[in-house]
């Protein structure tokens, strides 16, 4: 089984900046099965980010995924109120397909 | 328009069996994977496994295998999520996702809106 790490586990920014989440992996992960997804209070998850780089379907383009082999990041360029959220790293490579353990980014 | 729309909250005893469902929309039901994931209260998503409609071809995470069961119905086009004894440690949210194309191998999207289950001991 692949253990995705993410750090940190919380993040407190101001509107405006930049967040960086990371999220490392036990072992390689192709770039095209490695996805980010977004989680709000009360509410489901959303996809974000798909093919570790592509933007999901509504996504604004501030936010960013790169990384490849074990290292993947999420970047949110400029955050607006509406990011201040739970953000999870998933594998859908290899079975089972986990997730990260997630990283808050909360309002400085 | 996609849609899966999951059955309502449930509270429960330990001991007790459970099958809550998710109800899909707008696609050819048999055509696509779908999923269940668990979120403990205050803690983060967990993959316990999948299951293809058009075959009945279910993959379990170790860590859920032979604690549930994921089944289906194709004449309802509902997927299922069954315990045959509860615990107190099934005292979570659970959600179903649809897998966005037609292999296991993608991202979960769209996603249910979570199905509370309470197990008191």
């Known amino acids: 089984e692949i253990v995705l790490t993410q750090s940190p586990s919380t993040v407190s920014l101001s509107p405006g900046e930049r967040a960086t989440l990371s999220c490392r992996a036990s072992q390689s992960v192709p770039m095209s099965f490695f996805a980010w997804y977004q989680q709000k209070p009360g509410q489901a998850p959303r996809l974000v980010i798909f093919?570790?780089?592509n933007r999901a379907t509504g996504i604004p383009d501030r936010f960013s995924g790169s990384g490849s082999g074990t290292d993947f990041t999420l970047t949110i360029n400029r955050l607006e109120p509406e990011d201040f959220a739970v953000y999870y790293c998933q594998q859908y490579n290899n079975s089972p397909f986990t997730f990260g353990g997630g990283t808050k980014v909360e309002i400085k | 328009e996609v849609q899966l729309v999951q059955s309502g909250a449930e509270v429960k005893k330990a001991g007790e069996s459970l099958k809550i469902s998710c109800k899909v929309s707008?696609?050819?039901?048999?055509?696509?994977?779908i999923g269940w994931v668990r979120q403990m209260p205050g803690k983060g998503l967990e993959w316990m496994g999948i299951i293809y409609p058009g075959d009945s071809d279910t993959r379990y995470s170790p860590s859920f295998q032979g604690q549930v069961t994921i089944s289906v119905d194709k004449s309802l086009n509902t997927a299922y999520l069954q315990w045959s004894s509860l615990k107190a440690s099934d005292t979570a949210i659970y959600y179903c996702?649809?897998?966005?194309?037609?292999?296991?191998?993608?991202?979960?999207?769209?996603w249910g809106q979570g199905t509370l289950v309470t197990v008191s001991s």
């Open positions: 996702a649809r897998h966005s194309h037609r292999t296991q191998y993608t991202t979960f999207d769209p």
């Open positions: 707008g696609y050819t039901f048999s055509d696509y994977w």
């Open positions: 093919g570790a780089s």
